[in-house]
């Protein structure tokens, strides 16, 4: 049986750490430690969280896009679990839109990013894939791949009036879904 995880919140030393890549997937612990990150994700509504949130600093991610009300046409995926993900290459294009962070509570920025990505990144079976993810889906890789690097949204912003709370946000702004 899963079990949702404390998410650590700004401030936490954890969330500026560079995380340590994954050698051994088969790890019954990784595995675990898997399941309980999709447990502490689906409890907290998020669309992707990255382990270092839930305080262990390693390599591991889970993109989990759905639409909702800013991105009605967001593919339906399932919970991706990504270990030792790369960004290989993006294009020149970078759009800018609202992000949220479970680790940041209470705000939202404008934040820029690739709208095209390739990415390679091992699955908790084993296998090393690389695929092409874009728009809401490759915003949600980079915000959590960011995680792993010790950066949060907030170090992305352009200008720190890009940055609104949640309930102007709410109320003023199209409600979006938190990253995570
Ligand atoms: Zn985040």
Redesign the pocket.
Known sequence: MATPLEISQLGNPILRQVAQPVFNIQDELLQIFIDNLLATLIRSN?V???AP?VGKSCRVLIVASRPNARYPHAPIMEPTAMINPQLVSHSGEVVKDW??????PGIRGLIPRYRQIEVEYTTREGQRIRRELSDFVARIFQ??C??LNGL??LDRLESVRDIVTDQEYLSRLVPTQT??
């Open positions: 998020g992707g969280i990255a949130q992000e949220g962070c479970l680790s940041v915000h959590e960011d995680h949060v949204f990253v995570a």
